[in-house]
């Protein structure tokens, strides 16, 4: 079965912190993506990276940094030098491309709390 | 200036009343969604469509009805018969079903 567990439901930190968001994914697919999301007070979801299952390279982009580990099923997110910007809920998302049928899966969510 | 616009962004209505929410994309893409999120809770897959005059059933559409007559456009109806329709809407769209979604502003519905 299909699943994407995101452990930590809220996570506190102090400005300038690094912290970083588990996701741990479940498919028996061989070609899938993996996602994340933000979602800040105002409501709207916002896409920050897609990775394929074929490519494992981790990747940076400023201060977010992803860990993408196939032998773990784990797709783990971290943002360096944390801001209060960065305050909001992060989700990450499976969907599989090989099974014929439609499959986007999002995990439960994890609020991240930057205090100043 | 590409994206996805819904409206209204609050929406107040009795019950037993029919509701649609709006959902308009001008990126050209192919796939739309809607979503529902209530407080503290995951995203919900309500119907999705895939090409213009075709939609499925996602994960809880009892209650729930749609159209897709043009590419740009994907109401969703939130009818009498659903039983708890207070709740966040999300509508996003997308290239295709598995890349990723992009979403807009979403709908406060409140039924009271």
């Known amino acids: 079965a299909q699943k994407v567990t995101q452990a930590q439901t809220e996570i506190s930190v102090v400005e300038k912190e690094d912290v970083t968001l588990d996701c741990v994914y479940e498919t028996r697919d061989t070609t899938y993506y993996l996602f994340w999301y933000k979602q800040p007070p105002s409501g709207e979801l916002v896409f920050l990276i897609r990775r394929n299952s074929f490519d494992e390279q981790n990747e940076i982009s400023g201060r977010y940094s992803w860990n993408f580990q196939k032998s773990t099923s784990s797709f783990n997110f971290t943002i360096t030098a944390s801001q209060v910007v960065d305050s909001a809920v992060y989700f990450c998302a499976l969907s599989e491309a090989s099974s014929g049928t439609y499959k986007y899966i999002f995990g439960t969510g994890t609020r991240l709390k930057v205090l100043a | 200036d590409g994206g996805i616009t819904q409206s209204p962004k609050y929406l107040f209505r009795k019950e037993g009343q029919n509701v649609t929410l709006s959902c308009e994309q001008n990126l050209n893409h192919d796939a739309m969604y809607w979503y529902r999120q209530d407080p503290g809770q995951g995203l919900r897959l309500i119907y999705y469509?895939?090409?213009?005059?075709?939609?499925q059933k996602g994960d809880i559409a009892e209650g729930y009805s749609v159209s897709r007559e043009k590419k740009e456009s994907f109401p969703l109806t939130v009818t009498s018969a659903q039983k708890n329709p207070t709740a966040f809407y999300l509508c996003?769209?997308?290239?295709?079903?598995?890349?990723?979604?992009?979403f807009g502003p979403g709908t406060r519905l409140t039924v009271t």
């Open positions: 469509s895939q090409i213009v005059n075709d939609f």
């Open positions: 996003a769209s997308s290239p295709n079903l598995y890349y990723e979604q992009y």
